[in-house]
Nanobody, 124 residues
């Protein structure tokens, strides 16, 4: 199993940007499809973005498409989530996840390993 540690969260004004990082250890991240999920207070965890292994195809939720970009650097065992044009509704704890499956999926059950999360707060 791979261990995941997120970083880069914080407080930002609406319209601003943040870049989240997810560092993998234990096993090489290149073996895994990687995803980002988020959970706002009182809400269920929801899918944000995913990226495949090998070809680095990407998949986004409709709510972040065009504003967020997921990428990966397998040489650094790190996955990133660049978040631009942040909105109040983006406030949540963001989780990185890794899954040993082919493709890029929004189904959390396909992900075997999860990080502890990093808080993103967007203020007006």
């Amino acid at each position: 199993q791979v261990q995941l540690v997120e970083s880069g969260g914080g407080l930002v004004q609406a319209g601003g940007s943040l870049r989240l990082s997810c560092a993998a250890s234990g096993r090489t991240a290149s073996s895994y499809a990687m995803g980002w999920f988020r959970q706002a207070p009182g809400k269920e965890r929801e899918f944000v973005a995913a990226i495949t292994r090998i070809l680095f195809d990407t998949y986004y939720s409709d709510s972040v498409k065009g504003r967020f970009t997921i990428s990966r650097d397998d040489a650094k065992n790190t996955v990133y989530l660049q978040m631009n044009s942040l909105e109040l509704e983006d406030t949540a704890v963001y989780y990185c996840a890794a899954g040993r499956y082919d493709g890029a999926s929004s189904n959390p059950r396909l992900y075997d390993s999860w990080g502890q999360g990093t808080q993103v707060t967007v203020s007006s």
